[in-house]
């Protein structure tokens, strides 16, 4: 890993990226409302996204291995925010849904560039170590942009997408310079048509088959469950405050914050501590659970205050799984080239995103509490996905 002055650049371009990532989150419920969206709407729009990721997280790994992180970077960042901007823009269905499709594109390789950086240029131990920072980073970050979004959106909703978009594009040009060379192969060998067969979606995912295991695809099952569950659990829950107990975006990025802080806690201490005590595999399908359980306490809340309390610390569980997961993932498959592994695992995570997505927005058009159950479900399914990654890796 860098050091000095260049280490801070690098994570600082990356908490940045961050920061920004989630401004329009906090006002998206706001923004659909006002133009008399139906309830359904706040999850196809982000299954949109997550299609989007899914389908083209693969490419974007293989282009990291041709042109390197920094150049993959600098583009999906532009690209990620001409897709928000256009989100501000549109106020057709048809419109909203093609900008999120086209931010998820980019944001398949945007949001995996740092991960896929740190686990080209670090090993063993280090590696770990830093991606339970990446992680905690992003989850702080992220949390913290709900704030300054939802705050954003007491002048007007839309003003928090188009500081999205301008700082979307300042940190594309600082995390190109504050990223060092990783490309695995010259980008002089990338032909046209090598790059048109991997611009195929479905082509793309091919070089999964380069390192798919039977462990690999427990811990990746595993992987889509939680990101399912967690996906259930984030879109509705920001849906929620604002339908249910008619919160405004000022409020909903308070608790984000808040949530931050225990995000920090979480994967600060929490995962740190199981990352170096290399207690991991056995720490996951516990906390899977403990997460599960919150979850069902959740659903059982009908007042607000215990209703905050209780996804809080579920918010707590599922971002301590982050880490563990990627650092399961980068010793399993520690042959494989960074940007495809991580490309590869981000993938699988947003095709649980894509599932939870269209889940949360049809089932909460039947019933508010639908997509919390559906996501309990979820998490206890990976649970026991987990306890059987836990002993098939220990013998």
């Given at each position: ?16 990226l961050y920061l920004a990532g989630s401004l329009a989150y906090a006002v998206t419920p706001t923004i659909f409302v006002e133009l008399g969206m139906p ?13 989007g990721n899914f389908l083209f997280a693969p490419f974007w790994g293989q282009m990291m291995t041709y042109l390197g992180t920094r150049r993959v970077s ?55 170590k830093y991606l339970a920072f990446h992680a905690a980073l992003t989850s702080v970050c992220a949390a913290f942009s709900y704030l300054i979004g939802g ?245």
């Amino acid at each position: 890993m860098y050091q000095g002055r260049k280490k801070l650049s690098f994570f600082g371009a990356t908490a940045l990226l961050y920061l920004a990532g989630s401004l329009a989150y906090a006002v998206t419920p706001t923004i659909f409302v006002e133009l008399g969206m139906p309830d359904w709407f706040f999850g196809v729009s982000f299954g949109f996204m997550s299609a989007g990721n899914f389908l083209f997280a693969p490419f974007w790994g293989q282009m990291m291995t041709y042109l390197g992180t920094r150049r993959v970077s600098l583009v999906s960042a532009i690209g990620c925010a001409v897709g928000q901007s256009m989100l501000a823009i549109f106020t057709s269905v048809g419109g909203m849904l093609f900008a999120r499709f086209l931010a998820g594109f980019f944001a398949g390789g945007c949001y995996t560039c740092a991960a896929a950086h740190i686990v080209n240029i670090c090993e063993g131990e280090e590696r770990g170590k830093y991606l339970a920072f990446h992680a905690a980073l992003t989850s702080v970050c992220a949390a913290f942009s709900y704030l300054i979004g939802g705050l954003l959106g007491e002048v007007f909703p839309r003003l928090a997408i188009y500081v999205q978009a301008a700082v979307l594009v300042i940190d594309a040009f600082w995390l190109y310079f504050a990223t060092g060379e990783d490309a695995k192969y010259p980008k002089s060998s990338l032909t046209a048509k090598e790059l048109f067969k991997n611009a195929n979606p479905l082509s793309s995912f091919k070089v999964g088959k380069q390192f798919l295991t039977v462990s690999f695809i427990i811990l990746f099952t595993v992987s889509a469950l939680q990101n399912l569950g967690a996906t259930v659990f984030d879109q509705t829950f920001n849906y929620y405050l604002h339908d249910q107990f008619g919160l405004s975006s000022g409020y909903n990025g308070v608790i984000r914050g808040v949530m931050g802080i225990i995000a920090l806690f979480a994967n600060g201490v929490i995962a740190m501590r199981i990352l170096k005590k290399g207690a991991h595999k056995k720490a996951l399908p516990v906390i899977l659970l403990f997460a599960s359980l919150t979850m069902l306490s959740a659903i059982m809340f009908g007042n607000i205050i215990p209703f905050i309390a209780a996804n809080v610390i579920f918010y707590a569980a599922t971002t301590a799984c982050v880490p563990i997961l990627q650092q399961s993932a980068s010793e399993i498959g520690k042959n494989v080239a960074g940007g495809q592994l991580m490309s590869f695992f981000n993938a699988v995570r947003s095709l649980g995103g894509i599932v939870s997505a269209f889940a949360a927005g049809f089932l909460y058009d039947v019933d508010p509490k639908y997509p919390f159950i559906f996501g309990f479900g979820a998490f206890l399914l990976a649970t026991a996905g987990a306890v059987i990654f836990k002993k098939r890796e220990s013998v």
